[in-house]
């Protein structure tokens, strides 16, 4: 305890107080040092705000050397302000390098706008997602189909970039498809991922049309790995059919003139008499807004991609 003592005595008392304060300030360099270090330190996360901390960080400590070399004329102080201003130099070269990495194209960077920033996805995460679906975007061209109904397996998870796709079954109009929504999700839901299925709709592009396809084997696979993605896409698809179910709500009656509404099955509502009367029963299946298929409808082409 004696050596102990001793030692923090030494530490304190050991060194010169300061008798005398220097009445002059330090030069304009010292000062510009210390406001960039006050201002790097508040910058934010991720990839941009770290891109802030260190380039000001290192410009601060850059000034602290030019301070310590001119001014102090201090070899140790120079030094380490020195070796941080490299360090926060190669970090900034390194983040620049992760922010390129992860560079989208037009119609992947407007789908992370849309649907994932919001979230508050990072753009790492969001770089695991594009690679499943190796970063292509499929052309749908007008009135060719996407899946016909009782014969296109369910094989993939598509998401609609742009264009419109018209929902049909037995050749009875349901729905359309717009852009940033989701192609097959009810058929997705529909399965477990050790189960097969086929479509029980047809899927037909009003106009020309571009998606992006995840093939439902590699998605499982990222799921697995990453459980927080499985989340993230359990969130938009349950979304994604929450709003074709609303949709198929206008045009779902049970005579009379009144309405069936899928939120509150022992209630009706009065609806528009000049809109014609649609049985719903049959169109709501195993959480679906797609019913089974009685008959397949004729489409004049068909997309394999």
């Not at 705000?49 to 070899?75: I, K, R």
């Not at 852009?179 to 477990?192: A, C, H, I, N």
């Amino acid at each position: 305890m004696g050596e102990n003592a001793s030692f923090w005595e030494s530490l304190i008392y050991a060194h010169p107080t300061c008798t005398t304060w220097k009445l002059e300030a330090e030069g304009s360099i010292y000062h510009l040092a210390s406001i960039l270090f006050v201002v790097g330190f508040m910058g934010g996360s991720g990839f941009f705000g770290l891109l802030y901390v260190f380039s000001l960080l290192g410009l601060g400590f850059l000034c602290s050397s030019v301070w310590a070399w001119l001014d102090v004329c201090a070899a140790d102080i120079f030094s380490w302000n020195f070796i941080l201003f490299a360090i926060c130099f190669v970090q900034f070269i390194y983040v620049t390098y992760q922010v390129r990495s992860v560079a989208f194209d037009r119609e992947f960077q407007e789908i992370y706008s849309a649907l994932f920033q919001p979230l508050g996805i990072s753009l790492t995460v969001y770089r695991k997602i594009v690679l499943c679906c190796d970063a292509e975007v499929v052309t749908l061209e007008k009135e060719h189909c996407y899946a016909m109904q009782g014969k296109t397996p369910i094989d993939k998870l598509s998401l609609l970039v742009s264009g419109r796709i018209r929902v049909t079954v037995d050749g009875e109009f349901l729905h359309y498809i717009f852009p940033l929504q989701f192609l097959d999700s009810p058929e997705w839901d529909s399965l477990r991922p050790t189960e097969e299925g086929i479509f029980q709709v047809t899927l037909t592009a009003e106009t020309d049309c571009r998606y992006v396809a995840w093939r439902r084997k590699k998605l499982y696979l990222l799921f697995a790995k990453h459980r927080f993605i499985s989340r993230l896409f359990s969130i938009l698809i349950g979304s994604d059919i929450a709003e074709k179910l609303y949709a198929l709500n206008d045009r779902v009656h049970v005579g009379k003139g009144f309405r069936y509404d899928i939120r509150l099955p022992n209630f009706y509502h009065v609806s528009l008499p000049e809109t014609p009367p649609v049985q719903p029963s049959h169109h709501l299946q195993r959480g679906s807004p797609r019913r089974k298929p009685a008959g397949v409808t004729n489409c004049s082409s068909f997309s394999t991609q």
